[in-house]
């Protein structure tokens, strides 16, 4: 058996067709949609990452705001330049690249909750965990999405997540479990005993740990749907969680690159839109 692959790629493609509509409303009522983004440093992955944010806006007619930082900038300078987005009216949402190695909760806690297309500010993940409407977290909400465009059964199913970090494991968990998901979720993390066993009872794998490879062929149930979100490089070349050999048992399979990293940016791109009409909402 050869798995079906989950395209975040062409996700994204259908996902800006339908947001340039709604981008031309806003602009037709009067809001210019413009994203700010905050890079620190000069790390090639998160420079890659803000240009493709960019693009992606450029391409359905949302504005740009870049504020490039030196790798030396301090934790007051950066958050002086996010009281500045704050302030800034062509900006209706904004987000900060990470890592920028500061304090990245205080430079959160600074972005104005409305403005923040992340989803990662406090008062939106307590949101979240009140099951309060709000923006969500781009990549665990990305691959929720990428799961439902492709008809993956969530509702009932038995979700195994592997990372418990705060922008993917712990919202995608929170996500999951909400009624409208509706799924069973194992939040598998590195002092879980024994991996394998959880991910072989899973309908769902999520794997978020940043180890290449880590889950294999023996440790999948066969016609499992999995989604690969660990990033690491080796030899110049991005690897994900997944060993190549699972594309055999599963039954839906993401790639990487190609699969939950064009959703994240899909899923900013509709945070910037949503921002804006609640923007408009306001006026
Ligand atoms: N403020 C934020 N910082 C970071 C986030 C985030 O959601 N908000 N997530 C990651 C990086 N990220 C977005 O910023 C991101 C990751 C991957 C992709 C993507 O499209 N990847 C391509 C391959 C890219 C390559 O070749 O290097 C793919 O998977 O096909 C976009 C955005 C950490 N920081």
Redesign the pocket.
């Known amino acids: 058996m050869t798995a079906q692959k989950l395209d975040?790629?062409a996700t994204l493609k259908t996902i800006k067709a339908e947001l340039a509509d709604r981008v031309e409303k806003l602009k037709a009522a009067g809001v210019t949609p413009g994203l700010g983004t905050v890079l620190v440093g000069d790390d090639p992955?998160?420079r890659?990452?803000v240009n493709?944010?960019h693009k992606d806006c450029a391409e359905i007619g949302i504005e740009s705001i870049r504020v490039d930082l030196p790798g030396t900038s301090t934790q007051e300078e950066v958050e002086a330049e996010i009281g500045r987005l704050n302030a800034d009216p062509a900006c209706t949402g904004f987000?900060?690249?990470?890592?920028t190695g500061l304090d990245e909760f205080a430079l959160l806690s600074r972005v104005a909750p409305e403005k923040d297309v992340?989803g990662?500010h406090p008062h939106n993940l307590g949101k979240l965990v009140l099951g309060e409407d709000g923006p969500l977290?781009?990549?665990p909400v990305g691959c929720i999405e990428l799961l439902r465009r492709h008809g993956v059964e969530i509702n009932g199913a038995e979700v195994v997540v592997v990372g418990r970090g705060l922008?993917v494991g712990r919202p995608l968990g929170l996500l999951l479990t909400r009624r409208s998901e509706n799924a069973t979720v194992t939040l598998c993390h590195t002092g879980t005993r024994d991996l394998a066993a959880h991910t072989r009872n899973a309908d769902i794998v999520v794997a978020a740990a940043g180890v290449p490879g880590i889950i294999t062929k023996d440790m999948v149930k066969p016609g499992a749907a999995l989604l690969d979100v660990g990033?690491s490089r080796v030899d110049g070349k991005?690897a994900g969680d997944l060993a190549d050999d699972v594309w055999d048992v599963a039954g839906w399979v993401s790639p990487?690159?190609?699969?939950?990293?064009?959703m994240?940016?899909a899923m900013?791109l509709s945070n910037i839109v949503l921002s804006a009409e609640q923007a408009l909402e306001r006026l």
Do not use: E, H, M
Not at 95 to 99: D, I
């Open positions: 975040g790629t992955g998160s890659w990452y493709a944010k987000l900060v690249q990470q890592p992340d990662l977290p781009c990549t922008t990033v991005i990487n690159p190609g699969g939950v990293g064009p994240t940016r900013l």
